[in-house]
């Protein structure tokens, strides 16, 4: 079955940098497109940033210039590297992908970023 597996989270404080990584097993990785989503408390979840099987990217206005998608297809790995961290960033981060015809299709459980001095 499908499995994306998110590491990486924790606190940090303002400015600060995290790296987040997610694991995918059970989708031909090379060929699917993945991305991270996050959710803060009270709000619905928003696409950060998106990465296609070719390497192109893009990213929500609110983190460009701060955080960088890429992907290891060796290692079946999508990462997200969040640098100047600020307290709006806080929020469960997730991981989005999978395989044509189900590309988007499939979820991990959430990993927790806070920003807090």
């Known amino acids: 079955q499908v499995q994306l597996v998110e590491s990486g989270g924790g606190l940090v404080q303002p400015g600060g940098s995290l790296r987040l990584s997610c694991a995918a097993s059970?989708?031909?990785?090379?060929?699917?497109?993945m991305a991270w989503y996050r959710q803060a408390p009270r709000k619905q979840r928003e696409l950060v940033a998106a990465i296609t099987s070719g390497g192109s990217t893009n990213y929500a206005d609110s983190v460009k210039g701060r955080f960088t998608i890429s992907r290891d297809n060796a290692k079946n790995t999508v990462y997200l590297q969040m640098n100047s961290l600020k307290p709006e960033d806080t929020a469960v981060y997730y991981c989005?992908?999978?395989?044509?015809?189900?590309?988007?299709?499939?979820w991990g459980q959430g990993t927790q970023v806070t920003v807090s001095s």
């Open positions: 989005n992908g999978g395989s044509p015809p189900y590309e988007y299709d499939y």
């Open positions: 059970g989708i031909i990785f090379s060929i699917s497109p």
